[in-house]
């Protein structure tokens, strides 16, 4: 999501505790292989080197000094080597080419990306391009491909006739997207435009357990859809969509694929709005189908996509209230839901992996912090009832999963939100595995005119312990409620304190709290209104 990078060149700071060191899953073997740390921007650069090559992140990496990078791998050369993340992030990423495939990586073949997140990048193709934030071309001809656990935010887009997606532009034969995220802006204004969520075509690859919140924006005469635009022959598998999709007159769209030729579609579902102008075909599902692709357990909520029909009636429509009452018929055990509360959500940990997150050093341990979205705004219409106390059941589960992670502690490491939430009386408890592992202090307030400084929250960071936010913000249907946030590390610059940055519950990102407001100053336009902390409570993790 566009400006919620939290340390930019613009304004330098220093992270007071550490950034992320430990991966959430472990590489294949063939990670065990030799491969070149890469360490900075030119160092990332000068992989066009040696396209064959396997490369390992060895930190977050800031690419703002780059006006423009060069994507890697061309049509003629594609990148056919290893990018292993570890789960470092690459920030500030600007790509604008004239290239058949537009990306960090412009062209693949046989490559395999894994456990990156790009966060807050600007891509930018030509007219009759491939565009994707990660990559412009995805090939498997050479040898299978498989990109994973790969999450971006930021912006793709092109002023002509373009395919867009925000992770892959155009995914082949024997590529595999899986566990993945976007929350990538696609915007192709022009007409005849592919614009996908995720991917803008998919031409016989396989798209599984990974999903797109961006809007989705396409001109006339195009193909636009809330995941991909255009799937010809292609698999999507437990898979969702919940931004807006929107396209111009006679085009065809939909809130999960744009137009689909061929392929199959099981277990999943889109739940945005979507619209199209004059003489288009629109679909909650999807918006055109050709030939006689398999659809099986496939939903769309007609309320929140203004959608009562799907392309070529293929397709289940629920109204959000059965949306939310239970799992869909057929949806399996890569599945959740809490009931009467949100959408169906992937049940895998590892996919809640957004980016590199902060993190804490306790006794040489690195324990790390999952953005956990329970009242993401794309899964929920409005504030469910007691949501200050679903946002505290939340920073619960985000501790006890980074102590199960750091710890190997398996009644931990998966650990679901249920745990730490009665739904009978609809409130959050600590208690069982998590108590031998970590303690709360009091919950303390802090008056209004009062700094989050040394005598407070900051105190307790310095002393190494995680910090448990209570805050206060106005409801959108009028009056105030409460909210929790997990605080992890503050930021300096010029030697002073700047913000406490904390993972917020309600949009699953981290948030930037500016030390004096004490109130959310980035992401920009922070859906709960006037948030302001009032209170804290320290955790000693063992």
């Known amino acids: 999501m566009p400006g919620d990078r939290r340390i930019s060149a613009r304004h330098p700071a220093t992270i007071v505790l550490v950034w992320l060191a430990l991966a959430l899953t472990s590489a294949p073997s063939e990670a065990a292989v030799a491969c070149k740390l890469i360490r900075n921007v030119a160092q990332l650069q000068a992989i066009q080197n040696d396209l064959d090559g396997s490369y390992c992140l060895a930190n977050d990496i800031e690419a703002s000094g780059v006006a423009n990078f060069a994507p890697l791998g061309t049509s003629a050369s594609p990148f056919t080597g290893r990018l292993y993340g570890n789960n470092h992030v690459i920030a500030n990423l600007t790509v604008s080419s004239a290239a058949a495939g537009v990306g960090l990586f412009g062209v693949t073949d046989g490559a395999v990306i894994q456990d990156l997140a790009l966060l807050n990048a600007k891509v930018t193709g030509p007219d009759n391009a491939y565009i994707g934030a990660l990559v412009g071309i995805a090939k498997g001809s050479s040898a299978p491909s498989t990109i994973a656990r790969v999450s971006v935010t930021g912006q793709v887009k092109s002023a002509g006739a373009s395919s867009l997606g925000g992770i892959v532009g155009n995914l082949n034969a024997n590529v595999t997207l899986t566990q993945s995220r976007s929350a990538a802006k696609v915007v192709g204004a022009a007409p005849a435009t592919q614009a996908g969520g995720l991917v803008a075509c998919n031409d016989g690859g396989t798209v599984q357990q990974s999903y797109a919140t961006g809007p989705v924006t396409g001109g006339d005469d195009s193909q636009v859809g809330g995941l991909i635009a255009c799937n010809r022959g292609g698999a999507t598998l437990l898979s969702y969509a919940a931004g807006p999709v929107t396209g111009g007159a006679d085009s065809e769209v939909g809130g999960l694929v744009g137009y689909q030729s061929g392929g199959k579609i099981t277990e999943s579902y889109a739940v945005g709005k979507v619209g199209g102008g004059a003489e288009s075909s629109v679909g909650g599902l999807i918006g055109s189908v050709f030939g006689s692709p398999i ?248």
């Open 295 to 542: 659809v099986m357990n496939a939903y769309w909520d007609t309320q929140t996509s203004g959608q009562t029909a799907s392309g070529g009636g293929l397709g289940g429509g629920l109204m959000t209230t059965q949306f939310r009452a239970e799992l869909p018929p057929g949806f399996g055990n890569a599945w959740a839901i809490t009931r009467k509360r949100s959408y169906p959500f992937l049940n895998d940990p590892h996919i809640d992996f957004a980016s590199p997150l902060a993190t804490l050093v306790r006794s040489s341990k690195v324990f790390v912090f999952l953005p956990i979205g329970q009242l993401d705004k794309s899964q929920y219409k409005t504030e469910p009832v007691h949501a200050d106390k679903a946002s505290l059941a939340t920073v619960y589960t985000m501790i006890a999963r980074a102590i199960g992670i750091t710890k190997d502690i398996a009644a931990l490491r998966n650990v679901t939100i249920s745990r730490y939430w009665d739904d009978a009386s609809q409130t959050a408890h600590w208690d069982g595995e998590i108590t031998a592992h970590a303690s709360l202090g009091a919950l303390r307030t802090i008056a209004g005119n009062a700094r989050l400084d040394g005598s407070n929250v900051i105190g307790q960071m310095d002393r190494q312990r995680l910090v448990i936010l209570r805050g206060s913000y106005k409801k959108s249907g009028g009056g105030t409620a409460t909210h929790f946030m997990l605080g992890t590390l503050y930021t300096k610059a010029g030697g002073a304190v700047q913000a406490v940055v904390a993972h917020d519950p309600w949009t699953g990102e981290q948030v930037s709290i500016d030390r004096a407001t004490k109130k959310v100053i980035s992401p920009a336009n922070f859906p709960l209104a006037n948030f302001k902390v009032n209170g804290y409570r320290r955790v000693t993790i063992n």
